[in-house]
């Protein structure tokens, strides 16, 4: 299994999901609704990025691993 990696950027308001390795990324594909899809070489969907995420300040964002 895949390491998730998840990144967040309180100064740039992002929040980055990675399914793969981010060395990977070739094209990021706008959806419209301030989601990036990250995407490789062959148009699979690596990972995702939410532009404009924001935490309450001083609050650290809490990550909880559901499986089915």
Do not use: C
């Amino acid at each position: 299994m895949e390491t998730l990696k998840i990144y967040y950027d309180p100064i740039g308001k992002t929040l980055t999901v990675w399914f793969s390795e981010p060395t990977e990324e070739d094209v990021v594909e706008e959806t419209g609704e301030e989601i990036l899809l990250i995407k490789n070489r062959v148009g699979k969907v690596i990972g995702l990025e939410h532009l404009n995420y924001e935490l309450a300040e001083g609050q650290q964002p809490n990550i909880q691993l559901i499986s089915a």
